[in-house]
């Protein structure tokens, strides 16, 4: 069983190649990292899962990417985006309340039942370890929270639509330390629940919270290993030299 | 000679401060003048009363009566409409010469004289449709006048809407409507009413379009209908100014300052909406 699986991509925008026949899978339940340096096509890949880069009209691709078995050309794009959830780079709320930040995806997919509502944000928030810091001002701006407090109400939104893979896009980027911490603590104990694909601009990040570590370099999936391996004896010199600091 | 940088950035300022001062005074001088020699005319008979010996003497009342529908109408067409036309082209219509050109073309109708919109509701609407001279012709001319206004500026305020909440609002497996809907739309809404606004103080404005569709010369009595004609400030002003002899200055710059004070008081009204909206945006 598998949860993606990538044959022969290709990418384009126009008719700059982003993505070069990456052929790769991501398994159930485990913590995927995805380094590389930037322009490697890292965060393309991560927004072929949940088919965002279709915002994009230079957009084009051929090859396959099959999601629980079905090709994701093919299903209902609404659909997927819900069982693919996405957290960005900054964090974004939307310019709602609290509440309405992380019940969004559930209303949109037309629950509306209060009492449901409450509760799956309650546990959506418990999950993203913000509900003590938020359960007595759900009513307020989400803009009113730092930054790292904003960027898990941005995963427990996330959370709330109750996906089977969270793709993290760089969420650390805009960070301090201790606000990273708490992030990597939160996808550690995700892991038992959701499949994880975390890009990543730290190298130590990858190391410290991924399974699986796949290297990318000009649109090319250059290796894909476990992370011990990866960060021991990486097979590739390039994937040596980049987590060594030579390059990138 | 070496420049003197002071020098010439005195010289700059000075053609900056005196380019500002020529678009200011003129405004300043209208507005003083209106008041100055129009509101000594102003009076509940003025107001509230039918023009009498023809128009020397009474009031303006169905003038500005005929006013405030040409322009309520215009708006109750021309907004949902615009609205519609600037939420395809801003988030639905792809990026192909086609649309570039409807873009262009309707950015340049903004452009065309009121007259020719005058001319093109005739046509149209008096003649073609055979709603005859009316206020729904000359609704519909207005509204028709002000549209690439709306869209214009309505396109700009969805727009400016950051492309990241539209991918968050998809990525958590919303449509795209629902995006529009919920989140592009109320972020949106300041900037329409901005567009709105310009329209309004337009349509209420422009004599040229209701020349020929719905302006009475001298109607003493109220419209009882969209199909009837009825008299408007600028056409009154117009009338009192050049075809009827004898009319008291006084009336006349007392007309002049109602349409003003008519369109201040819709645009203020317009700012104090938007301004509540910008109060509830929470970014």
């Not at chain 1, 790292?148 to 639509?161: M, S, W």
């Not at chain 2, 082209?89 to 004289?113: F, Q």
């Not at chain 2, 609407?125 to 519909?140: D, E, P, T």
């Not at chain 2, 349509?203 to 009595?221: K, R």
């Amino acid at each position: 069983m598998v949860t993606f699986d990538i044959k022969k991509l290709n990418v384009w925008f126009d008719s700059t190649q982003a993505l070069k026949s990456v052929t790769m899978q991501i398994l159930p339940n485990e913590i995927l990292s995805i380094i590389g340096p930037s322009n490697s096509g890292k965060t393309t890949f991560l927004r072929m899962l949940n088919r965002l880069n279709d915002l994009n009209t230079r957009f084009k691709m051929n090859g396959d990417v099959l999601f629980d078995g079905q090709d994701i050309r093919k299903v209902d794009v609404e659909l997927l985006r819900r069982k693919v959830g996405m957290v960005f780079a900054l964090p974004l709320p939307l310019p709602l309340s609290i509440f309405d930040n992380v019940a969004y995806g559930m209303k949109m997919a037309g629950v509306n039942n209060r009492k449901r509502l409450a509760q799956v944000v309650e546990n959506a928030l418990k999950q993203a370890y913000l509900w003590e810091e938020v359960k007595d001002r759900m009513g307020e701006s989400a803009f009113k929270l730092s930054g790292g407090q904003q960027q898990r109400l941005c995963i427990a939104r996330t959370l709330a639509v109750e996906p089977e893979v969270i793709l993290f896009d760089e969420p650390c980027s805009g960070l301090d330390p201790i606000s990273t911490a708490k992030i990597e603590d939160a996808m550690v104990k995700l892991k038992e629940k959701y499949t994880i694909v975390l890009v990543t601009n730290n190298v130590k990040q990858a190391a410290r919270v991924g399974d699986r570590t796949a290297f990318f370099l000009n649109g090319e999936l250059i290796e894909l290993d476990k992370t011990e391996k990866i960060f021991t004896v990486p097979q590739d010199n390039r994937t040596d030299g980049y987590i060594r600091g030579k390059f990138g | 000679m070496k420049r003197n940088p002071h020098r010439t950035q005195n010289i700059a300022f000075f053609f900056l401060l005196l380019a500002t001062l020529l678009i200011v005074v003129p405004v300043g001088l209208i507005v003083v003048i209106i008041i100055q020699k129009g509101f000594p005319a102003i009076n509940w008979q003025f107001l509230s009363d039918m023009p009498r010996q023809g128009m020397r003497a009474g009031g303006i009342f169905p003038a500005i009566v005929g006013t405030i529908y040409l322009v309520a109408g215009a708006i109750i067409f021309a907004l949902p409409i615009g609205l519609l036309a600037a939420i395809y082209l801003s988030e639905y219509s792809r990026d192909n010469p086609l649309n570039r050109i409807i873009k262009l073309a309707i950015v340049n109708l903004a452009g065309v004289p009121s007259v020719v919109y005058g001319l093109f509701g005739l046509a149209l609407f008096v003649i073609f449709f055979k709603f005859g001279a009316s206020i729904l012709s000359g609704s519909l001319t207005l509204g028709i006048m002000i549209l690439p206004i709306v869209i214009t500026t309505s396109r700009e305020a969805l727009e400016s809407v950051p492309q990241s909440f539209r991918e968050v609002s998809l990525s958590l497996g919303a449509s795209k409507w629902q995006t529009i809907r919920h989140i592009v739309l109320p972020n949106a809404i300041p900037g329409i009413l901005t567009g709105t606004i310009l329209g309004l103080g337009r349509a209420a404005g422009e004599t040229a379009p209701i020349l020929f569709t719905v302006a009475a010369f001298y109607l003493p009595q109220l419209p009882k209908s969209i199909f009837d004609q009825a008299m408007a400030l600028p056409y009154h002003l117009y009338v009192i100014s050049t075809q009827v002899p004898n009319v008291d200055e006084k009336i006349r710059y007392g007309t002049a300052f109602v349409l003003l004070a008519l369109v201040l008081f819709m645009n203020l009204m317009a700012i104090i909406i938007r301004t509540k909206f910008r109060k509830k945006k929470k970014w």
